[in-house]
């Protein structure tokens, strides 16, 4: 069982910048960021396998870092030039299985609200 906690959404204007945080209660496999807004599909943001190599949406690339530091267990998501449609819930996954990653484990979500 692993618990995950996200923290460090807010409200920005268009152009800023955020940085999201996942603190996990243990080691992971892979851990994502996925967002969702209310009546909406959930979409994968960004993901980050424990070998480092990483994969993002087209929408988020080039502004988009995902990072982790694997000594705190803690996964990060840097959000730069931040757009209004970038508002949503943001969650943090995790998946424990070598060698496949899947989703098992869910924060409880950070709110990044970005105004023009």
């Known amino acids: 069982q692993v618990q995950l906690v996200e923290s460090g959404g807010g409200s920005v204007q268009a152009g800023g910048s955020l940085r999201l945080s996942c603190a996990a209660s243990?080691?992971?496999?892979?851990m994502g960021w996925f967002r969702q807004a209310p009546g909406k599909e959930r979409e994968r943001v960004a993901d980050?396998?424990?070998?480092?190599?990483?994969s993002y949406a087209d929408s988020v690339k080039g502004r988009f870092t995902i990072s982790e530091d694997n000594a705190k267990n803690t996964l990060y998501l840097q959000m730069n030039s931040l757009k209004p449609e970038d508002s949503d819930m943001y969650y943090c996954?995790?998946?424990?299985?070598?060698?496949?990653?899947?989703?098992?484990?869910w924060g409880q979500g950070t709110q990044v609200t970005v105004s023009s």
């Open positions: 980050i396998v424990s070998d480092g190599s990483t």
């Open positions: 996954a995790a998946g424990v299985t070598a060698g496949l990653c899947v989703y098992h484990y």
């Open positions: 243990g080691s992971t496999y892979c």
